[in-house]
Nanobody, 118 residues
Framework: VQLVESGGDLVQPGGSLRLSCATSGFTFSRYVMSWYRQAPGKERELVASIATAGGSADYAAAVQGRFSISRDNAKNTVYLQMYALQPEDTAVYYC????????????WGQGTQVTVSS
């Protein structure tokens, strides 16, 4: 099983980034996909989740209206489009795959760094 995040970068406040998480080794379409983030000195927090078919998504209050999660089941990839980035969005961003039939079955990626700074 592999989950490989990419797209993290240094960006100025107000900027945009698109993160990708390419996966392999499991049946992607049967897994709920989520993005989490962890800032220095803070606990890892859920940012957004998307259902197996991509029809339903949920967001943390802090990113609602600025971030958009999507998935391409044909490419086994989940995305996080981020707009209007702020310094408080600085964190390592991780993707997580959660089996739709068993929440205890899950996989993590290694993370990608997003830094928002002028």
């Amino acid at each position: 099983v592999q989950l490989v995040e990419s797209g993290g970068d240094l960006v100025q406040p107000g900027g945009s980034l698109r993160l990708s998480c390419a996966t392999s080794g499991f049946t992607f379409s049967r897994y709920v996909m989520s993005w989490y983030r962890q800032a220095p000195g803070k606990e890892r927090e859920l940012v957004a989740s998307i259902a197996t078919a991509g029809g339903s998504a949920d967001y943390a209050a802090a990113v609602q209206g600025r971030f958009s999660i999507s998935r391409d089941n044909a490419k086994n990839t989940v995305y996080l489009q981020m707009y209007a980035l702020q310094p408080e969005d600085t964190a390592v961003y991780y993707c997580k795959a959660i089996a739709s039939w068993d929440p205890l079955r899950h996989y993590w990626g290694q993370g990608t760094q997003v830094t928002v700074s002028s």
